[in-house]
Each structure stands twice: as structure tokens, then as C-alpha cells.
């Protein structure tokens, strides 16, 4: 009860205990533990390495973005219908990414997803009339109240956390199990007469349509969303964050979001290379912690 | 419709163009071919992508900027700058193949791919801190200056000179691979790396000798390109997508698919560019998309 409980109250609470600049740090934890925790489910669960992931958070701003700049909907309306609509469209571009991409697997699935961020990377630079191009696109503060963090953070967890629910649900469904059992040994289970690349197309598109409402939830928390989001260096940021915290237990990557973007913070606000102080942590975690943050405080326990 | 097609083809009809074009196309995809043929050598012998091929080529480049302000213009400073590049990418890819790479080779792909990632944004940080953030230029030597003549079309001699250079590469490979012992080995290494090890061969002196060969061709490249870019923050970036997208298509592993996928692609941005002016970039992801789709392993590679 108290496992439970604890973390609830925490976060339930951090709006009254944090400073406006911590709570939109809280606000970008929040939206990078479930991007985390959803490529995850596929990396750690599905044992299927996505490295063009960023197409989905990209996607899912840029929705957003579009959705309020360009639908001409009233500004309460189009702000109702960002959740909804980023959850569809970044689903939508799952499937046709997925499609074509769990036909194949290993490294290169990886570089599958990877040639279909880099071409909607393009689209979004190209398409300036849509996408801003270079300059991206800014200005989409919520309205009202929600334009101030502390409703915003609630505004987000409210999303958020049911969104983990359904991924834990998910995790641990019999479809979940099956889904473990493909990272085990795929061929083992075709023969017993699974659908292989459905499961791993279905969870897939679960992944992708989380991550695009992750991506649309943190557009909206700094009013922005740039081609960047789209591009290759993009991509290791999930990653990053799943190997940090852990990819064998459902929060470690949620873990290692929160790690990584509070490192992030602390660091780039002293140096400008801050790249190089994240290259030598990743080297540092892949040299000498195999199983991420959680892998390493279990063995320190044991 | 049918108006706009024909009204941005129709450079298409003037052969001085399409000559100009090719020429052009050629000698971007010899560089792109240096540059992506260590990459692709690295993969099939080390399995392992090395994202920060890019990186070494940008190091190549700036130790060429350096090395040439000694003797700007001249043909000494130039070779200097292409020996330089060469020798000290294969010192940075031995070191890094023995400091780090080793270690993982047993681990998933996810920490691979984070180690070489790593050395992206260490490099790239690595080089503003040594020779800022300015871009910086090289001089094309005196020798290699103006522009050859032939059928109306007028062509910078450097650009031949490129294409000279990338055949030399190609055939000098080729040679090592095909003719000497050593090539033997990295060719049965990307088959099957533990049946090489089983019947005795220093599979970790091979390895190292492997990705500092594909560093110094890197460098080799970036020396080379330093004439006609701007040496500066990245251009790693940028270059290493390009060498991807090659290496993909041309088949991870394969020295001859890199040859042809680079020129592929270097012919496909130089007509790509005046058929859609902008968005020509499109055209080589759409490329490796179908690539990958219709012919995984590339189109010389061989399946897994």
C-alpha cells in the first residue's frame, strides 16, 4: 500500500513544493518517462530495437503544433482535441512505419525506423507552408489557466498516468507475455502458431501512439516543436533514458528520464558541452552498467 | 500537372547540363564512397555501426585545415594535409577500437549503437574545443586550380581530381582485399568471424586493423573534402546520414556495393536537386526506404 501511496502523494504534491522552473523540469520529466517507458515495451519487452523512435515524439508535436496553428479551430477547442489527435496520428504513422518495418528484424529493423525519421526529418525541414521548416513552430501555450505550470502539470499527469496504466496493463497481458517471449526466441514462438509480426506490428503502434502523445504534451509545456525532434541524434534519447534506468523492469526507463533530463538541466546551465558530458555518461553506463540504474542498485543491495 | 513535370525536366533536354550534372554527381559520391566504404568494412567485419564515422571524417578535415595553413595554396601542404589525415584517423580509430569497442562486442545492439553515439557528441564537442566554432576553409592547391575544357563543358579540376583519387582508392582496395592474405582474412571475417578465430587467426589484431583502416579513409575523405566545404561544427552530422543511406543501399559489409550505392547517390542529389529544387534529400531516404523493403541486405550485401 505504502509502495503505492508514496509515489501518488509525490507526485500529487511536487506542484506546491517546486519553484515555476523545477515544475516545468517536473512538467518534462513527466512527458520523457512515458516517450521512455513506451519505446521500452518494445526494446525491453518485445526485445525490438526501434532507433527512428523520435519519429513518433515528433510526429505527436508536430500534430499538436498544426492542430492549434492551422486546423482554424477555436483555441479551447483545438487544445481539447490535441490528446486525441496525437494519439491518432502518431498511431496512424506507426502502422505504416511499423508495416513495412517489423518485416525485418535486429539491426536491421533499427535502421528501418531509422530511413523513416530521416525522411519525415526532411518533410518537416521541406515543408516549410506546414511545418515552419527550419524554424520550426512556436507560440502554442495552452489556454487559460493551463498557460501557468502548476495547472499544466496536473493538466499532463492526468494524461500521463492513466497512458503508464494502460502500457503496464499491456506489459502484463497475456499479449504482454507473448511479447517477452518474441524478445526470447522468436522462431520458438512462430511454431507454436503466433502471428509474429502482428504482435510485433500491434505493439508497435501502441508504442508509437504513446510517444506521440508524450511528444504533443511536451510541445505544449514549451510552446514549441522543431524539426529537431526529428532528426537522427534524436533517436538515442530514448534510448539513453531505457539503458540509464534499466530496459527489464516497466518505471526504469521512467527512472532514467527523470536522471537524464535533471542531468541535462544541471549540466548545460554550467557548460556548453553538455554533448560531451552526456557522451562520457553514456560511455560510462555502457563500460560499466550493463543493466542501467536499476541493474546496479539491485546488485549494490545484494 | 503534366505542365509542371515538363517545365522542371527540361534541363533535361540540354546535354551540357545532364554532362555537368553527372560530373558533379560523380565526384560527390567518390567522397561519399571513402567515407562510406570504412563504414561499411566496419560493420561487416565488426558488426558494429559506427556512428561516429562521420566525426572521423570531420577530424580529417580539420587536421587538413590545419595542416595546410602551414603552406597555404601549395602541393606540399596539400599531400601533407592528405598523409596527416590519413595516419592520424588510423591512430584516433586504432585507439578507440582498442579503448572502448573491444569491450562491448558481446553486449546488444542498443549499447553499440550507444557507445558509438557516445563518440559522436565527444568528438564533435572534442573539435570545437581544439578548433572552435568557426567554419573554417581550405585552399585548393595551385596545381589542382581552374577548370578543365572538353565538348563545351567547362568542369573544376579539382572535381577531376577527386574522381582520379576515389578510382585510386576503389582499385587500391580491391587489390588489398582480393590479393593479399590480410584481405582474405577481413573478407572471411564479415562471413563468419568465428570460424576465422577458430583456425587461428588474431581476430582482435584484425579487428583494430579494420576500423583504423576504415578511420583513415575517413580522414583521407574529409582531408579531401576540405576544399570544397565548410570545415566546421557539424559537418559530421550531415556527412555521416549521407555514408548511412550509401551503406544501406549498397549493402552493409560490401566495398563494391559502397562503390555503386555512392555514386548512385551522389547522381541522384546532383539530378534530384534540379528536379526538385530543395526537398532533393527526399529522394535518397525514399531510396533506402525501398531499399530496405524490397532488398534488406542492400544490393550487395548478403543476408544475415
Given at each position: 500500500m505504502i509502495r503505492v501511496a508514496l509515489p501518488v502523494l509525490l507526485l500529487l504534491g511536487l506542484p506546491f513544493a517546486l519553484s515555476d522552473f523545477w515544475l516545468f523540469i517536473a512538467i518534462e520529466v513527466l512527458a520523457f518517462a512515458l516517450y521512455a517507458v513506451s519505446f521500452n515495451v518494445l526494446l525491453?519487452?518485445?526485445?525490438m530495437l526501434s532507433f527512428g523512435h523520435a519519429a513518433f515524439f515528433g510526429v505527436g508535436g508536430y500534430a499538436a503544433a498544426i492542430l492549434i496553428k492551422?486546423?482554424?479551430?477555436?483555441g479551447g477547442v483545438a487544445f481539447a482535441l490535441v490528446p486525441l489527435v496525437a494519439l491518432a496520428v502518431s498511431a496512424a504513422f506507426a502502422l505504416l512505419i511499423g508495416y513495412f518495418s517489423v518485416q525485418r528484424s535486429g539491426i536491421y529493423f533499427a535502421m528501418l525506423t531509422f530511413a523513416f525519421q530521416m525522411l519525415l526529418y526532411t518533410i518537416a525541414l521541406k515543408a516549410t507552408s506546414v511545418t515552419g521548416g527550419d524554424d520550426g513552430m512556436t507560440g502554442l501555450k495552452p489556454p487559460g489557466l493551463l498557460a501557468k505550470p502548476f495547472y499544466y502539470y496536473y493538466f499532463a499527469l492526468a494524461l500521463i498516468a492513466p497512458a503508464l496504466y494502460v502500457l503496464y496493463r499491456m506489459v502484463n497481458s497475456p499479449f504482454g507475455f507473448t511479447l517477452r517471449a518474441l524478445r526470447a526466441n522468436p522462431r520458438r514462438v512462430q511454431y507454436i502458431g503466433v502471428n509474429v509480426r502482428a504482435h510485433q506490428l500491434v505493439a508497435f503502434v501502441i508504442s508509437g501512439a504513446f510517444a506521440g502523445l508524450a511528444g504533443a504534451l511536451f510541445a505544449l509545456s514549451t510552446g514549441n516543436v522543431f524539426p529537431g525532434w526529428l532528426n537522427w541524434t534524436a533517436s538515442a534519447t530514448p534510448i539513453v533514458m531505457a539503458v540509464l534506468g534499466g530496459?527489464?523492469?516497466?518505471l526504469g526507463p521512467a527512472v532514467g528520464a527523470a536522471v537524464y533530463v535533471v542531468l541535462e538541466v544541471l549540466i548545460s546551465g554550467r557548460t556548453e558541452y553538455w554533448p560531451l558530458a552526456m557522451g562520457v555518461i553514456i560511455v560510462a553506463l555502457v563500460l560499466?552498467?550493463?543493466?542501467g540504474l536499476s541493474g546496479f542498485a539491485r546488485r549494490k543491495a545484494a | 500537372m503534366i505542365d509542371f513535370v515538363v517545365q522542371q525536366l527540361?534541363?533535361?533536354?540540354n546535354p551540357v547540363v545532364v554532362a555537368r550534372q553527372l560530373l558533379a554527381g560523380v565526384s560527390n559520391g567518390m567522397l561519399l564512397f571513402l567515407i562510406s566504404a570504412g563504414l561499411s568494412l566496419i560493420f561487416g567485419v565488426l558488426?558494429?555501426?559506427?556512428?561516429a564515422h562521420g566525426a572521423l571524417f570531420m577530424f580529417g578535415a580539420l587536421i587538413a585545415v590545419s595542416l595546410t595553413a602551414l603552406a597555404p595554396g601549395t602541393t606540399g601542404g596539400f599531400v601533407a594535409a592528405l598523409i596527416g589525415a590519413s595516419a592520424g584517423l588510423a591512430v584516433l580509430g586504432a585507439a578507440i577500437e582498442t579503448g572502448l569497442l573491444r569491450r562491448i562486442y558481446r553486449a546488444p545492439h542498443e549499447y553499440q549503437l550507444l557507445l558509438t553515439f557516445a563518440l559522436v557528441f565527444i568528438l564533435g564537442d572534442a573539435a570545437k574545443l581544439i578548433w572552435g566554432r568557426e567554419d573554417n576553409s581550405v585552399q585548393v592547391p595551385a596545381l589542382l586550380t581552374g577548370s578543365a575544357q572538353a565538348f563545351g563543358l567547362t568542369f573544376p579540376t579539382y572535381r577531376l581530381f577527386l574522381i582520379v583519387v576515389g578510382i585510386a582508392v576503389a582499385i587500391g582496395l580491391w587489390l588489398v582485399l582480393h590479393r593479399t592474405r590480410w584481405g582474405i582474412f577481413v573478407r572471411a571475417a564479415t562471413i563468419d568471424r568465428g570460424m576465422l578465430s577458430a583456425l587461428g587467426v588474431n581476430t582482435r589484431r584484425l579487428f583494430t586493423a579494420v576500423f583504423a583502416l576504415g578511420a583513415a579513409l575517413a580522414g583521407l575523405g574529409g582531408a579531401l573534402a576540405a576544399p570544397i566545404v565548410a570545415v566546421g561544427p557539424g559537418l559530421h552530422v550531415q556527412v555521416i546520414i549521407d555514408a548511412f543511406v550509401v551503406v544501406v543501399i549498397g549493402g552493409m559489409g560490401s566495398v563494391l556495393g559502397a562503390l555503386v550505392a555512392s555514386l548512385l547517390v551522389g547522381i541522384v542529389n546532383a539530378f534530384g536537386i534540379l528536379a526538385i529544387p530543395g526537398a532533393a534529400v527526399v529522394l535518397t531516404f525514399a531510396l533506402m526506404a525501398v531499399v530496405l523493403i524490397v532488398r534488406p541486405h542492400g544490393l550487395f550485401g548478403t543476408p544475415e
Open positions: 525491453g519487452y518485445g526485445g492551422q486546423a482554424g479551430l477555436p530496459v527489464h523492469t516497466f560499466l552498467m550493463p543493466e | 527540361a534541363w533535361a533536354q558488426r558494429v555501426i559506427n556512428f
